[in-house]
């Protein structure tokens, strides 16, 4: 008899927290909430393998994050548009809640290499140990230190050379200029 | 030949002084040994923002859906597995 029940509740609750991790790999929203179908699906394949006690969350990032990474390898033979993709996914959280800060925040984390931003989401935002960090991204603990601390500078980089072009002509303008900049 | 120690130096030099001028400018620059992602960080602070925003977004009922889904494909006869 399986734990089916418990299982399925665990991986309910968890939804929130991978489709959170899901928007701030992909930028997508709709691409987002596919990632999260697809690791439920994965996960549930493949709860055998999953061994209880240990952490569920990390277990289910590593599937998620593994699934976004070959949907990102078939995509790049027919994607070349990125800087469009970018600004499209720009556009997904239409200022909510008005708070420009946030909205500076979000579009420096979008600038961010994949690999820096994954690393200090799971880091920063997760709480995760280095060393689980390390472990859903199959690499080596000090990797994740070093993303996780280029990460920091070039946020800090880009917001405050954001900061500058608050009150420039438009988001757009403002986004090209402080690019230059920073290249 | 030894390794020529001026240039390295120099590049030194000139990264410390940015990260000292990147600190001096952060009211919430942390040192490196410490929690450099804490809640005394901006970047960290902004970072839970951002992320805590994310997590309280309302879920689609797909997600549910698909769980019962897969509960109940699996359920009721065992018999047959792909």
Same mark, same amino acid.
């Given at each position: 008899?399986?734990?089916?029940?418990?299982?399925?509740?665990?991986?309910?609750?968890?939804?929130?927290?991978?489709?959170?991790?899901?928007?701030?790999?992909?930028?997508?929203?709709?691409?987002?909430?596919?990632?999260?179908?697809?690791?439920?699906?994965?996960?549930?394949?493949?709860?055998?393998?999953?061994?209880?006690?240990?952490?569920?969350?990390?277990?289910?990032?590593?599937?998620?994050?593994?699934?976004?990474?070959?949907?990102?390898?078939?995509?790049?033979?027919?994607?070349?548009?990125?800087?469009?993709?970018?600004?499209?996914?720009?556009?997904?959280?239409?200022?909510?809640?008005?708070?420009?800060?946030?909205?500076?925040?979000?579009?420096?984390?979008?600038?961010?290499?994949?690999?820096?931003?994954?690393?200090?989401?799971?880091?920063?935002?997760?709480?995760?140990?280095?060393?689980?960090?390390?472990?859903?991204?199959?690499?080596?603990?000090?990797?994740?230190?070093?993303?996780?601390?280029?990460?920091?500078?070039?946020?800090?980089?880009?917001?405050?050379?954001?900061?500058?072009?608050?009150?420039?002509?438009?988001?757009?303008?403002?986004?090209?200029?402080?690019?230059?900049?920073?290249? | 030949?030894?390794?020529?120690?001026?240039?390295?130096?120099?590049? /030194?030099?000139?990264?410390?002084?940015?990260?000292?001028? +990147?600190? &001096? *400018? @952060?009211?919430?620059?942390?040192? /490196?040994?410490?929690?450099?992602?804490?809640?005394?960080? +901006?970047? &960290? *602070? @902004?970072?839970?923002?951002?992320?805590?925003?994310?997590?309280?977004?309302?879920?689609?009922?797909?997600?549910?859906?698909?769980?019962?889904?897969?509960?109940?494909?699996?359920?009721?006869?065992?018999?047959?597995?792909?």
């Amino acid at each position: 008899m399986s734990n089916t029940p418990n299982f399925r509740e665990a991986l309910l609750a968890a939804v929130p927290v991978l489709r959170a991790f899901a928007l701030s790999l992909s930028k997508n929203a709709d691409r987002a909430d596919d990632l999260v179908q697809e690791t439920l699906v994965k996960a549930w394949d493949k709860q055998s393998s999953f061994q209880p006690g240990t952490n569920l969350k990390a277990w289910l990032f590593t599937i998620l994050r593994n699934e976004f990474y070959s949907q990102m390898r078939k995509r790049k033979r027919e994607v070349e548009d990125t800087d469009g993709s970018i600004t499209a996914s720009l556009s997904i959280h239409p200022s909510q809640d008005g708070s420009s800060d946030l909205n500076d925040f979000r579009k420096a984390l979008a600038r961010l290499p994949e690999d820096q931003r994954e690393a200090i989401i799971l880091i920063g935002a997760n709480g995760f140990s280095y060393e689980e960090a390390a472990e859903i991204c199959g690499c080596a603990v000090g990797t994740i230190k070093s993303r996780v601390s280029r990460a920091r500078t070039r946020l800090q980089e880009i917001l405050s050379i954001e900061g500058e072009g608050e009150f420039g002509p438009d988001p757009i303008a403002a986004q090209v200029t402080s690019a230059a900049g920073v290249a | 030949m030894p390794i020529q120690p001026g240039r390295d130096a120099a590049k /030194e030099a000139n990264n410390m002084k940015y990260q000292s001028f +990147e600190k &001096g *400018r @952060k009211a919430g620059g942390v040192d /490196e040994g410490s929690d450099p992602l804490g809640p005394n960080s +901006e970047i &960290g *602070r @902004k970072l839970k923002q951002y992320y805590d925003d994310l997590v309280s977004e309302d879920i689609p009922d797909r997600f549910a859906s698909l769980l019962s889904q897969l509960e109940q494909k699996e359920e009721p006869q065992n018999t047959e597995k792909e």
